[in-house]
């Protein structure tokens, strides 16, 4: 691997055509096959080892509208995607792409802002590989959000849903972020979910929302990740909800699945920002992003203090070990 500019893509063959003008360049990278070996990661935390002195122990995700738990990050060092090696970049509207270094409540950590949807054509593998570039730099909790429509009849548009567990859909279709050779340096070949979601550290939120006196707004759930882009008919959302999903969006699961598989411990919460049409005639508005953006940045400043909280717990439990 090079250190230069990133495209991208690893171990594929290069487009050499002159289209830096080319609006469409960055879905013609997304869309390229990638082939992300253990060198080509290490590489990836390396270059950003080599420029920061932050040692992350915690790796934070963002969600959509969600950048500013970033915010109270002090000491900060930021990476656009653009400018890591063979970094994929985000091309969705609402989301930025950059890396932020720093600390949170004396903690080191590492948090994206933006983060890779299958429905950019990047392959799941993709989506969820700077979970491994975490990973290679030390991280060992991996902190995430999103933005996920409601199909609990409970939850109200701007609650939280701190995720129990998840049901992969997209695996059920055969697809993981898993699949491919195993290399097990990260992890085993067939590794196991049934504690996908670190109970300690939910019932830590629980405890927290208590504090904040949000608890009548915080639940507890379980979600799934769609493709996308578009959002569910009704007969889908009506289906999942059988199944006992309780919040549908387009990410995290293959997050928390190469996350799980490297041993990291895992906590995650979805703030509600649209209410899923179980009817045909239901008086809830149809999905659209702006709402979800919109819903996300007037819901930040709870979810940011909400993750702050826990991640001081996490600190204090670190000293004492
Ligand atoms: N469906 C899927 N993804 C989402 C939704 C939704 O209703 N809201 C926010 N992300």
Redesign the pocket.
Known sequence: MTGKKANGSCNVAKNTSNDSDNENRNVYYAMEKPTYAYDDIKAIADYLMERTPVRPKIGIICG?GLNSLADSITNTQSFDYENIPNFPVSTVEGHVGRMIFGYLENMPVMAMQGRFHYYEGYPLAKCSMPVRVMKLMGVQYLMAT?????LNPKYKVGDIMIMRDHINMMGFAGNSPLQGPNDPRFGPRFPPMTNAYNAHLISVAHKMAKEMGISHEVHEGVYT??G?PN??TVAE?KMLRILGVD?????TVHEVITARHCDMTVFAF?L?????ALEYDSSEDE?N?E??VMVGKSRQSICGQLMCRVIKEIAKECQTK
Not at 272 to 276: D, K, L, R, V
């Open positions: 959509s999103n933005a996920a429509g409601g990740c769609l996308g959002y569910e959302l919040a549908v969006g387009m990410s979805s509600i920002t649209n209410i899923g999905a992003h709402e979800v």
